[in-house]
């Protein structure tokens, strides 16, 4: 099993920025796609980032593109979501996942593990 930890969510201004955190924990011989996702209250949960296990590959939903920026961190499994130019829209809990594939994919089904998730709130 693998265990991920999300940090750094908190209550910004619009147009401010937030750098999220993801630890994984576990099993965490082999090295992960990993991605960041959000969910608003009743809505499904979507897509914003993912990143190739090497961290040469990106993928971020349209929405996102050109202010939010993912990467990895030095340690293995460690992954970032540095989120600018924020909108009340982005109001959100956002959390991290950690797929055994290669591609980095867009897909929910094709994560296997998931964090518990942070808390975002953009103020205007």
Known sequence: QVQLVESGGGSVQLGGSLRLSCA???????????GWFRQAPGKEREFVAAISQSGGRTSYADSVKGRFTISRGNAKNTVYLQMNSLKPENTTVYSCAA???VVPSTRLVDYDYWGQGTQVTVSS
């Open 24 to 34: 994984a924990s576990g099993r965490t011989s082999s090295t992960y796609v990993m």
């Open 99 to 101: 797929d055994r594939g």
